[in-house]
Nanobody, 124 residues
Framework: VQLVESGGGLVQAGGSLRLSCAAS????????MGWFRQAPGKEREFVAQIRWKGGTFYEDSVEGRFTVSRDNAKNTVYLQMNSLKPEDTAVYYC???????????????????WGQGTQVTVSS
Protein backbone atom coordinates (compact mmCIF):
# COMPACT_ATOMS: atom_id res chain seq x y z
CA VAL A 1 0.00 0.00 0.00
CA GLN A 2 1.22 3.45 -0.89
CA LEU A 3 -0.20 6.85 -0.04
CA VAL A 4 1.56 9.75 -1.73
CA GLU A 5 0.73 13.33 -0.78
CA SER A 6 1.42 16.34 -2.97
CA GLY A 7 0.49 19.99 -3.20
CA GLY A 8 2.20 21.43 -0.16
CA GLY A 9 4.24 24.59 -0.26
CA LEU A 10 4.72 28.12 1.02
CA VAL A 11 1.75 30.48 0.98
CA GLN A 12 0.90 33.81 2.57
CA ALA A 13 -1.72 34.08 5.26
CA GLY A 14 -5.17 34.22 3.69
CA GLY A 15 -4.08 32.14 0.73
CA SER A 16 -5.12 28.69 -0.42
CA LEU A 17 -3.55 25.34 -1.15
CA ARG A 18 -4.97 22.06 -2.39
CA LEU A 19 -3.39 18.87 -1.14
CA SER A 20 -3.79 15.56 -2.95
CA CYS A 21 -3.17 12.03 -1.76
CA ALA A 22 -2.94 9.26 -4.34
CA ALA A 23 -3.51 5.76 -3.00
CA SER A 24 -2.45 2.43 -4.49
CA UNK A 25 -2.42 -1.16 -3.37
CA UNK A 26 -5.72 -1.06 -1.52
CA UNK A 27 -9.41 -1.06 -2.34
CA UNK A 28 -9.66 2.69 -1.96
CA UNK A 29 -13.44 2.91 -1.88
CA UNK A 30 -13.51 0.60 1.16
CA UNK A 31 -11.39 2.90 3.32
CA UNK A 32 -12.12 5.98 5.36
CA MET A 33 -9.53 8.58 4.45
CA GLY A 34 -8.17 11.06 6.94
CA TRP A 35 -5.90 14.08 7.00
CA PHE A 36 -3.66 14.79 9.97
CA ARG A 37 -0.97 17.38 10.60
CA GLN A 38 2.03 17.77 12.83
CA ALA A 39 3.65 21.07 13.68
CA PRO A 40 7.20 21.27 15.06
CA GLY A 41 7.29 20.26 18.71
CA LYS A 42 3.64 19.20 18.73
CA GLU A 43 1.79 15.94 18.51
CA ARG A 44 0.12 14.81 15.31
CA GLU A 45 -3.47 16.04 15.25
CA PHE A 46 -6.60 15.19 13.33
CA VAL A 47 -7.70 17.59 10.61
CA ALA A 48 -10.47 15.98 8.58
CA GLN A 49 -12.00 12.69 7.55
CA ILE A 50 -14.13 11.48 4.67
CA ARG A 51 -16.10 8.25 4.71
CA TRP A 52 -16.69 5.86 1.84
CA LYS A 53 -19.66 7.69 0.38
CA GLY A 54 -18.49 11.20 1.22
CA GLY A 55 -19.59 11.92 4.78
CA THR A 56 -17.12 14.34 6.33
CA PHE A 57 -16.00 15.57 9.73
CA TYR A 58 -13.54 18.34 10.61
CA GLU A 59 -11.47 19.52 13.51
CA ASP A 60 -13.01 22.69 14.92
CA SER A 61 -10.20 25.05 13.94
CA VAL A 62 -10.45 24.17 10.24
CA GLU A 63 -14.23 23.85 9.95
CA GLY A 64 -15.47 26.27 7.29
CA ARG A 65 -11.97 26.84 5.86
CA PHE A 66 -10.91 23.34 4.78
CA THR A 67 -12.83 20.92 2.57
CA VAL A 68 -12.03 17.23 2.20
CA SER A 69 -13.21 15.33 -0.86
CA ARG A 70 -12.45 12.08 -2.63
CA ASP A 71 -12.56 10.64 -6.13
CA ASN A 72 -12.92 6.89 -5.80
CA ALA A 73 -12.38 6.44 -9.55
CA LYS A 74 -8.95 8.06 -9.23
CA ASN A 75 -8.10 6.58 -5.82
CA THR A 76 -7.38 10.09 -4.62
CA VAL A 77 -8.40 12.20 -1.63
CA TYR A 78 -8.07 15.98 -1.56
CA LEU A 79 -7.85 18.67 1.08
CA GLN A 80 -8.76 22.16 -0.12
CA MET A 81 -7.39 24.67 2.36
CA ASN A 82 -8.64 28.26 2.20
CA SER A 83 -8.06 31.29 4.43
CA LEU A 84 -4.83 29.77 5.65
CA LYS A 85 -3.32 31.01 8.89
CA PRO A 86 0.25 30.80 10.21
CA GLU A 87 -0.96 28.30 12.80
CA ASP A 88 -1.86 25.92 9.96
CA THR A 89 1.86 25.47 9.30
CA ALA A 90 2.68 21.77 9.65
CA VAL A 91 3.50 18.59 7.82
CA TYR A 92 0.22 17.21 6.50
CA TYR A 93 -0.35 13.47 6.27
CA CYS A 94 -3.08 11.45 4.65
CA UNK A 95 -4.07 8.11 6.11
CA UNK A 96 -6.38 5.20 5.34
CA UNK A 97 -8.58 3.32 7.81
CA UNK A 98 -10.72 0.22 7.26
CA UNK A 99 -14.19 0.10 8.75
CA UNK A 100 -13.97 0.13 12.56
CA UNK A 101 -17.63 0.30 13.50
CA UNK A 102 -17.44 3.98 14.41
CA UNK A 103 -18.43 7.17 12.63
CA UNK A 104 -15.53 9.29 13.92
CA UNK A 105 -12.03 8.48 12.81
CA UNK A 106 -10.20 11.20 14.72
CA UNK A 107 -7.65 8.99 16.44
CA UNK A 108 -4.49 8.16 14.52
CA UNK A 109 -4.53 4.62 15.96
CA UNK A 110 -7.59 3.82 13.80
CA UNK A 111 -5.57 4.21 10.60
CA UNK A 112 -3.54 1.40 9.07
CA UNK A 113 -1.70 3.24 6.33
CA TRP A 114 0.04 6.60 6.18
CA GLY A 115 1.68 8.79 3.57
CA GLN A 116 5.08 10.39 3.94
CA GLY A 117 3.68 13.86 4.49
CA THR A 118 3.84 17.17 2.68
CA GLN A 119 5.01 20.46 4.21
CA VAL A 120 2.63 23.39 4.37
CA THR A 121 4.09 26.70 5.50
CA VAL A 122 1.93 29.78 5.96
CA SER A 123 3.74 33.07 6.33
CA SER A 124 2.28 36.04 8.17
Amino acid sequence: VQLVESGGGLVQAGGSLRLSCAASGLTFSSYVMGWFRQAPGKEREFVAQIRWKGGTFYEDSVEGRFTVSRDNAKNTVYLQMNSLKPEDTAVYYCAAAPGRGTYYYTRSSLYDYWGQGTQVTVSS
